[in-house]
């Protein structure tokens, strides 16, 4: 027979020495060696331990710059020693259970030949895991672990919250603050140096009638695996297992040739590459592991490199590429290097390459292994070739292991050469997986006449001369139309030709079957050229081999590949990430056309189910009118296509909207926008700036005040953008009365992204988005305005802040929270400030930002957290273009005193005469001066200009006035009332204020404050503004702020109420732009279209303000007692990379109604209010009356029902 007839099985040579006890193994060669250098942790101080450790290590012959943890095998003996014994004083006895959740450090070499010597099952586990409910519980659960050793405070508090009961039987529950001295110990548990002190004599005597007999059968280690149910699956290591696969190891290595070997374990210790490969296996070689860190950091591997001269290390290729890429890379001496050692995953010739040519290493291999069987394939050190392979692969099969390559639908061995399923055989894997405390698992596991055996999954090809290939997992392997696709070929070619990293994951496909998908990973500042990537795959493999997309891995939302605790990258969740993604991609692009897109669009600002909509419905029965502005800005931002809201009125049908849109074919608004606000170099010129009005000295002056300004900041007039005027609501917020004043504060983890990449999404963002740069200027008495400032480095220094690091998401509430110097953005600015800090617990960044609200409202800060969003996602994305905020504002500025605004200030004018004589109509008095939500700390009393005295908190506990309390109520029949009689829901809890105010008053009419949020174009004829692009996409504030005086007639039915709410309604939109400075000097009795250039003052910028007497200065005041502010949707704060941790509105009101609806009939109220003026049991009666009479309101067999009945 020739040698193509041979099969597929190999059987690793006989193991030459007898296998020990593990314990006995340990003792053995601490025995041999026990003044050699055994554990050097270098993240962790010397003194660490020291008082059980039996003196100091010995002087390195190369000392290093710092002290840090070093330590001998007879130091590291002494420790494990003197915590078996603290352990026995406490009650532990042989076959008790211990449990870690530490990351690598001393304390895990310790505990596990503590728990070696006492004959107690050693559990290793990821911290990680105990922060999964499912996982923690799961895991607590089958272990019952009598000892619980951590060292995280949030892992400690997760753990009693994730897994309460087999936690709290735990009787020992030891904490680790590592040495530092700064660290506490949490509550209810005990300090693990303390503790391995505490009884290190007392326990001598308690482990000497242990008597302890050790056997080979007995179950010592459980390191845990995947799962198919995503729960961790255990896996049982006995004596003569762990013992069987470290004497293999060696033997197949011959790792105690040279004593200069050094292990660089940056590799997790609770798992077995770490733990068992880079750790048991050189110490029990009598050779030095070095932990650089407590998790990988790549900086600290090079340090290791250099201090401690690593020679062989572990790595998967992410931690090969991320050492390559440090900075400091090229200052490390990497001369050190004998052996990189891949795996966790198929390995490219490429990685061999970057490997040995640019890490240094003398040789690079892969070897493969896995949990259930701890290393099977691997090549021979001293025999491996220096030089790089043609193809990579495993190696051979190790003493004691056998391997064989299967068909895996018949079981049969295939020939050499042929691909199937590897499956892994010997002395030395489990027999079975725990999967629960008593449950145990035995399905991938077979038996014949050569002995136990484990199906692996993967996909292997043995060569002719034994070297095995592993191909790739099974379940990842792509078939296309009948063909099977390996992905690691397309890998190997993208990464070999193209310097990148790339993940090939199979989609499913009506045609084909799969597809393949490419999801890379670019370095920073690569550009890739996909069409080239294409034609080369095309060229190497076949059209069939080329993917049907190639998308970055940020766009899918993360950073990185999924990964397990050892870095391999998850293909099936990977695959599951890139198919939502395409489904998602599919819905926005339309599916099947515009109808598809206009549902998709619609159901979620609607904020109903899927399949609720269709193509005959009538969009007028679910929007009101702002819903509809923003269908029309958001339906803009995502196709490009523009459909007005005129065409929304003469199209009220999804369908019809669909054949609109048809009839015009495509084109993009995007032209459109970029035309109102054309690029331009350099600061302004005199016609850039419409408050100039063409005069030279306006512009002189404005150049001259704008440097002044943004002098302390160290810009100057070439840093300026533009000069955009503000109108009078902006003025009202600007005015500063205390630090916080009308401002907003928020607060977002930043879910898989670092500080530097917050930071640089966040200044690209900014970029785009003009009026979060900018400062305040009064440039005289009549005119405010905001100057917009160039993004720079400069700019950003003075808007961004970097802290250290916090805890807790939550933490970030708390966050400068109160700090006078920090949490806010006043007057002059900047009006936006950012503070950005890393979050231990989520391993992430997070970003807490004060926003002054002259330069933002509730529709355009959306815009900025969306667009944000994206950036962090994908850095390389173009943001969609905004309606620019200068052409609206500039365009307000010009029309102001048009006769339009003169007529929506004589319409507020007439409806609001006289109020001055009836203050009782406001609801709530003064209690104290001023109205503040927040802190007051630094109020200014506007009258003398001078700080103000404190003002007390009546709410308790003190700061829940600004965070708020919320109610929910049922409008039943609200889309009835809408439907029948066109009336929005806003006007049933509307009513109810006025209502609930009149009851307290006991006036004829209730006064208040409402939000409008505008959102067209001010003082415009409306074919002038249905040509204009969608005010809802303005990157701006457009808010503004009526007063409404609402006669409450109580022989009025509730339908007649709701009927003239409404009707009034449509008028404060059309009015809502008035000018409030105007509409203020008009009630004072003063003619602002005739003397507002000789009064100095009063009339425009400032009268909203300094107007004292008279129903203007009435307007102004009750404004502020009682705002009602309606949200037809609940705010969305549903991002990819970005999750909510707070919201906090800081305005200058007594008290602010926002009333949301949560679905299409529930409705929540969310009062803030100022708790100087009101207690917190005064506002939950208010809102429970507003609450049930809305109930009321909204249940069709009231509507008839006389208003006098619900007073």
Same mark, same amino acid.
């Given at each position: 027979?020739?040698?193509?007839?041979?099969?597929?099985?190999?059987?690793?040579?006989?193991?030459?020495?007898?296998?020990?006890?593990?314990?006995?193994?340990?003792?053995?060669?601490?025995?041999?060696?026990?003044?050699?250098?055994?554990?050097?942790?270098?993240?962790?101080?010397?003194?660490?331990?020291?008082?059980?450790?039996?003196?100091?290590?010995?002087?390195?012959?190369?000392?290093?710059?710092?002290?840090?943890?070093?330590?001998?095998?007879?130091?590291?003996?002494? !420790?494990?020693?003197?915590?078996?014994?603290?352990?026995?004083?406490?009650?532990?006895?042989?076959?008790?259970?211990?449990?870690?959740?530490?990351?690598?450090?001393?304390?895990?070499?310790?505990?596990?030949?503590?728990?070696?010597?006492?004959?107690?099952?050693?559990?290793?586990?990821?911290?990680?895991?105990?922060?999964?409910?499912?996982?923690?519980?799961?895991?607590?659960?089958?272990?019952?672990?009598?000892?619980?050793?951590?060292?995280? /405070?949030?892992?400690?508090?997760?753990?009693?919250?994730?897994?309460?009961?087999?936690?709290?039987?735990?009787?020992?529950?030891?904490?680790?603050?590592?040495?530092?001295?700064?660290?506490?110990?949490?509550?209810?548990?005990?300090?693990?140096?303390?503790?391995?002190?505490?009884?290190?004599?007392?326990?001598?005597?308690?482990?000497?009638?242990?008597?302890?007999?050790?056997?080979?059968?007995?179950? *010592?280690?459980?390191?845990?695996?995947?799962?198919?149910?995503?729960?961790?699956?255990?896996? /049982?290591?006995?004596?003569?297992?762990?013992?069987?696969?470290?004497?293999?190891?060696?033997?197949?290595?011959?790792?105690?040739?040279?004593?200069?070997?050094?292990?660089?374990?940056?590799?997790?210790?609770?798992?077995?590459?770490?733990?068992?490969?880079?750790?048991?296996?050189?110490?029990?070689?009598?050779?030095?592991?070095?932990?650089?860190?407590?998790?990988?950091?790549?900086?600290?591997?090079?340090?290791?490199?250099?201090?401690?001269?690593?020679?062989?290390?572990?790595?998967?290729?992410?931690?090969?590429?991320?050492?390559?890429?440090?900075?400091?890379?090229?200052?490390?001496?990497?001369?050190?290097?004998?052996?990189?050692?891949?795996?966790?995953?198929?390995?490219?010739?490429?990685?061999?390459?970057?490997?040995?040519?640019?890490?240094?290493?003398?040789? !690079?291999?892969?070897?493969?292994?896995?949990?259930?069987?701890?290393?099977?394939?691997?090549?021979?050190?001293?025999?491996?070739?220096?030089?790089?392979?043609?193809?990579?692969?495993?190696?051979?099969?190790?003493?004691?292991?056998?391997?064989?390559?299967?068909?895996?639908?018949?079981?049969?061995?295939?020939?050499?050469?042929?691909?199937?399923?590897?499956?892994?055989?010997?002395?030395?894997?489990?027999?079975?997986?725990?999967?629960?405390?008593?449950?145990?698992?035995?399905?991938?596991?077979?038996?014949?006449?050569?002995?136990?055996?484990?199906?692996?999954?993967?996909?292997?090809?043995?060569?002719?001369?034994?070297?095995?290939?592993?191909?790739?997992?099974?379940?990842?392997?792509?078939?296309?139309?009948?063909?099977?696709?390996?992905?690691?070929?397309?890998?190997?070619?993208?990464?070999?030709?193209?310097?990148?990293?790339?993940?090939?994951?199979?989609?499913?496909?009506?045609?084909?079957?799969?597809?393949?998908?490419?999801?890379?990973?670019?370095?920073?500042?690569?550009?890739?050229?996909?069409?080239?990537?294409?034609?080369?795959?095309?060229?190497?493999?076949?059209?069939?081999?080329?993917?049907?997309?190639?998308?970055?891995?940020?766009?899918?939302?993360?950073?990185?590949?999924?990964?397990?605790?050892?870095?391999?990258?998850?293909?099936?969740?990977?695959?599951?990430?890139?198919?939502?993604?395409?489904?998602?991609?599919?819905?926005?692009?339309?599916?099947?056309?515009?109808?598809?897109?206009?549902?998709?669009?619609?159901?979620?600002?609607?904020?109903?189910?899927?399949?609720?909509?269709?193509?005959?419905?009538?969009?007028?029965?679910?929007?009101?009118?702002?819903?509809?502005?923003?269908?029309?800005?958001?339906?803009?931002?995502?196709?490009?296509? #523009?459909?007005?809201?005129?065409?929304? *009125?003469?199209?009220?049908?999804?369908?019809?909207? $669909?054949?609109?849109?048809?009839?015009?074919?495509?084109?993009?608004?995007?032209?459109?926008? !970029?035309?109102?606000?054309?690029?331009?170099?350099?600061?302004?010129?005199?016609?850039?700036?419409?408050?100039?009005?063409?005069?030279?000295?306006?512009?002189?002056?404005?150049?001259?005040? $704008?440097?002044?300004?943004?002098?302390?900041?160290?810009?100057?007039?070439?840093?300026?953008?533009?000069?955009?005027?503000?109108?009078?609501?902006?003025?009202?917020?600007?005015?500063?009365?205390?630090?916080?004043?009308?401002?907003?504060?928020?607060?977002?983890?930043?879910?898989?992204?670092?500080?530097?990449?917050?930071?640089?999404? #966040?200044?690209?963002?900014?970029?785009?988005?003009?009026?979060?740069?900018?400062?305040?200027?009064?440039?005289?008495?009549?005119?405010?305005?905001?100057?917009?400032?160039?993004?720079?480095?400069?700019?950003?220094?003075?808007?961004?802040?970097?802290?250290?690091?916090?805890?807790?998401?939550?933490?970030?509430?708390?966050?400068?929270?109160?700090?006078?110097?920090?949490?806010?953005?006043?007057?002059?600015? +900047?009006?936006?400030?950012?503070?950005?800090?890393?979050?231990?617990?989520?391993?992430?960044?997070?970003?807490?930002?004060?926003?002054?609200?002259?330069?933002?409202?509730?529709?355009?800060?959306?815009?900025?957290?969306?667009?944000?969003?994206?950036?962090?996602?994908?850095?390389?994305?173009?943001?969609?273009?905004?309606?620019?905020?200068?052409?609206?504002?500039?365009?307000?500025?010009?029309?102001?005193?048009?006769?339009?605004?003169?007529?929506?200030?004589?319409?507020?004018?007439?409806?609001?005469?006289?109020?001055?004589?009836?203050?009782?109509?406001?609801?709530?008095?003064?209690?104290?001066?001023?109205?503040?939500?927040?802190?007051?700390?630094?109020?200014?009393?506007?009258?003398?200009?001078? +700080?103000?005295?404190?003002?007390?908190?009546?709410?308790?506990?003190?700061?829940?006035?600004?965070?708020?309390?919320?109610?929910?109520?049922?409008?039943?029949?609200?889309?009835?009332?809408?439907?029948?009689?066109?009336?929005?829901?806003?006007?049933?809890?509307?009513?109810?204020?006025?209502?609930?105010?009149?009851?307290?008053?006991?006036?004829?009419?209730?006064?208040?404050?409402?939000?409008?949020?505008?959102?067209?174009?001010?003082?415009?004829?409306?074919?002038?503004?249905?040509?204009?692009?969608?005010?809802?996409?303005?990157?701006? /504030?457009?808010?503004?702020?009526?007063?409404?005086?609402?006669?409450?007639?109580?022989?009025?039915?509730?339908?007649?109420?709701?009927?003239?709410?409404?009707?009034?309604?449509?008028?404060?939109?059309?009015?809502?732009?008035?000018?409030?400075?105007?509409?203020?000097?008009?009630?004072?009795?003063?003619?602002?279209?005739?003397?507002?250039?000789?009064?100095?003052?009063?009339?425009?910028?400032?009268?909203?303000?300094?107007?004292?007497?008279?129903?203007?200065?009435?307007?102004?005041?009750?404004?502020?007692?009682?705002?009602?502010?309606?949200?037809?949707?609940?705010?969305?704060?549903?991002?990819?990379?970005?999750?909510?941790?707070?919201?906090?509105?800081?305005?200058?009101?007594?008290?602010?109604?926002?009333?949301?609806?949560?679905?299409?009939?529930?409705?929540?109220?969310?009062?803030?209010?100022?708790?100087?003026?009101?207690?917190?049991?005064?506002?939950?009666?208010?809102?429970?009356?507003?609450?049930?009479?809305?109930?009321?309101?909204?249940?069709?067999?009231?509507?008839?029902?006389?208003?006098?009945?619900?007073?």
């Amino acid at each position: 027979m020739g040698s193509s007839t041979l099969i597929s099985e190999a059987f690793g040579e006989p193991i030459r020495r007898s296998i020990p006890i593990m314990y006995d193994f340990y003792q053995e060669v601490t025995r041999n060696h026990g003044d050699r250098m055994a554990l050097v942790c270098m993240h962790q101080p010397a003194s660490f331990l020291s008082p059980i450790t039996h003196g100091d290590p010995p002087t390195p012959p190369f000392s290093p710059p710092e002290k840090y943890l070093r330590w001998t095998f007879n130091q590291m003996a002494h !420790a494990s020693h003197a915590l078996a014994a603290s352990l026995a004083a406490a009650g532990i006895k042989p076959g008790m259970r211990i449990i870690s959740f530490v990351n690598n450090g001393v304390e895990w070499h310790v505990m596990m030949k503590a728990a070696l010597e006492l004959n107690c099952l050693f559990t290793p586990l990821n911290p990680r895991m105990a922060l999964h409910k499912e996982e923690a519980m799961h895991m607590m659960a089958m272990i019952e672990p009598n000892v619980v050793l951590v060292e995280d /405070p949030n892992i400690a508090e997760k753990l009693a919250l994730n897994a309460p009961e087999p936690f709290g039987k735990a009787p020992i529950k030891l904490f680790s603050t590592g040495g530092q001295k700064k660290a506490s110990v949490p509550q209810g548990w005990e300090d693990f140096a303390t503790f391995a002190e505490s009884g290190a004599k007392t326990g001598e005597s308690a482990l000497k009638s242990f008597n302890v007999v050790r056997k080979p059968e007995d179950v *010592i280690f459980i390191f845990t695996t995947s799962g198919t149910t995503n729960l961790p699956k255990g896996c /049982p290591y006995t004596n003569k297992m762990c013992a069987g696969i470290l004497v293999s190891f060696q033997q197949h290595s011959d790792l105690t040739r040279d004593p200069n070997r050094v292990s660089l374990c940056h590799m997790t210790t609770s798992h077995i590459m770490g733990g068992i490969g880079y750790s048991m296996r050189f110490h029990l070689s009598g050779l030095k592991v070095v932990h650089p860190a407590a998790t990988f950091d790549a900086a600290s591997s090079l340090k290791a490199i250099n201090l401690e001269r690593a020679s062989d290390i572990p790595a998967v290729p992410a931690q090969v590429y991320a050492m390559l890429a440090n900075p400091n890379f090229d200052q490390v001496d990497t001369s050190c290097i004998k052996h990189a050692h891949l795996s966790a995953t198929t390995i490219l010739p490429e990685t061999i390459r970057l490997s040995m040519e640019e890490l240094g290493a003398e040789r !690079a291999s892969e070897a493969y292994g896995m949990t259930e069987a701890g290393l099977v394939l691997a090549h021979p050190y001293y025999s491996l070739n220096t030089k790089l392979p043609k193809v990579v692969t495993s190696g051979f099969v190790i003493p004691g292991s056998k391997v064989r390559v299967v068909d895996p639908e018949t079981n049969k061995l295939v020939p050499r050469g042929e691909p199937g399923e590897c499956h892994i055989g010997g002395d030395f894997i489990i027999r079975e997986y725990w999967l629960g405390p008593t449950k145990r698992g035995r399905d991938a596991f077979y038996e014949d006449e050569h002995g136990l055996w484990i199906r692996t999954g993967d996909q292997a090809v043995m060569h002719e001369n034994g070297e095995c290939q592993i191909v790739g997992r099974y379940k990842d392997m792509i078939i296309r139309g009948g063909e099977n696709i390996s992905p690691s070929a397309i890998e190997s070619i993208i990464l070999s030709k193209f310097d990148l990293i790339a993940e090939i994951v199979g989609v499913p496909d009506e045609i084909a079957g799969e597809i393949p998908v490419a999801v890379i990973s670019k370095k920073d500042g690569q550009e890739v050229n996909t069409s080239k990537v294409r034609e080369m795959l095309v060229k190497e493999l076949g059209p069939a081999w080329v993917p049907e997309e190639i998308i970055d891995i940020q766009s899918l939302g993360v950073d990185d590949y999924p990964r397990t605790a050892t870095g391999k990258v998850v293909k099936t969740k990977l695959r599951l990430m890139v198919i939502e993604n395409r489904d998602s991609q599919s819905s926005a692009i339309g599916g099947t056309g515009n109808l598809d897109t206009l549902t998709r669009v619609w159901t979620k600002l609607l904020g109903v189910s899927p399949g609720t909509l269709t193509a005959q419905t009538s969009i007028h029965d679910w929007a009101d009118s702002l819903i509809q502005a923003r269908f029309s800005a958001v339906f803009m931002r995502e196709t490009g296509l #523009l459909i007005r809201l005129q065409d929304l *009125i003469d199209h009220p049908t999804i369908e019809a909207q $669909a054949r609109l849109l048809a009839s015009r074919g495509g084109g993009s608004v995007a032209q459109s926008i !970029a035309d109102i606000k054309p690029q331009r170099d350099g600061p302004p010129a005199l016609y850039d700036m419409v408050h100039c009005n063409g005069d030279e000295a306006r512009y002189q002056k404005t150049q001259e005040l $704008a440097i002044e300004t943004l002098k302390p900041l160290g810009l100057g007039w070439n840093d300026v953008e533009d000069i955009i005027p503000m109108n009078s609501i902006q003025e009202t917020f600007l005015k500063y009365r205390r630090p916080q004043s009308s401002n907003h504060r928020h607060a977002f983890v930043c879910n898989g992204s670092s500080v530097a990449h917050v930071q640089k999404a #966040l200044e690209n963002t900014l970029a785009h988005h003009a009026m979060l740069r900018t400062m305040a200027m009064y440039f005289d008495s009549h005119t405010s305005v905001h100057i917009a400032v160039r993004p720079s480095e400069q700019w950003f220094s003075k808007c961004i802040l970097r802290l250290p690091p916090v805890k807790k998401a939550d933490d970030l509430a708390e966050l400068v929270y109160g700090d006078i110097n920090l949490d806010h953005a006043c007057f002059p600015g +900047p009006m936006m400030r950012f503070v950005i800090v890393h979050v231990e617990e989520t391993n992430c960044a997070g970003i807490v930002y004060m926003a002054q609200h002259s330069v933002f409202d509730g529709v355009s800060l959306p815009l900025f957290l969306e667009d944000f969003d994206t950036m962090l996602s994908d850095p390389t994305t173009k943001l969609k273009p905004h309606v620019p905020y200068k052409a609206w504002a500039d365009s307000y500025y010009n029309l102001q005193h048009s006769p339009i605004a003169k007529a929506s200030v004589d319409w507020h004018a007439n409806r609001l005469r006289g109020i001055s004589k009836n203050p009782d109509a406001l609801l709530f008095k003064p209690r104290a001066p001023e109205f503040f939500k927040g802190f007051s700390e630094g109020w200014i009393d506007i009258k003398t200009g001078k +700080p103000g005295p404190p003002r007390v908190a009546l709410t308790k506990p003190a700061g829940l006035g600004v965070k708020g309390i919320t109610g929910k109520g049922t409008l039943r029949d609200i889309q009835a009332l809408k439907i029948k009689h066109n009336i929005e829901g806003s006007q049933i809890v509307k009513a109810a204020l006025a209502v609930v105010t009149i009851r307290h008053t006991k006036q004829e009419y209730a006064l208040f404050g409402q939000s409008q949020a505008g959102r067209t174009w001010p003082f415009m004829l409306p074919w002038q503004a249905d040509r204009m692009p969608p005010a809802m996409d303005v990157d701006g /504030p457009a808010v503004q702020g009526s007063l409404c005086k609402i006669e409450v007639q109580k022989s009025d039915s509730v339908l007649d109420m709701l009927t003239r709410l409404q009707t009034e309604q449509y008028d404060l939109n059309r009015h809502a732009y008035a000018p409030m400075n105007q509409l203020v000097a008009k009630l004072s009795g003063y003619h602002p279209d005739r003397e507002t250039l000789d009064f100095d003052g009063k009339v425009k910028g400032s009268a909203w303000i300094d107007t004292q007497g008279g129903d203007g200065d009435f307007v102004r005041d009750a404004f502020k007692h009682q705002v009602f502010n309606w949200l037809p949707v609940s705010p969305v704060f549903e991002y990819k990379r970005i999750t909510k941790v707070q919201v906090e509105s800081r305005t200058d009101l007594c008290v602010l109604w926002n009333c949301i609806m949560m679905d299409q009939t529930t409705l929540a109220i969310n009062p803030t209010w100022d708790d100087a003026q009101l207690y917190t049991e005064e506002v939950e009666g208010i809102l429970d009356e507003i609450l049930r009479l809305s109930e009321k309101f909204a249940v069709e067999e009231n509507w008839e029902k006389k208003i006098e009945e619900f007073i």
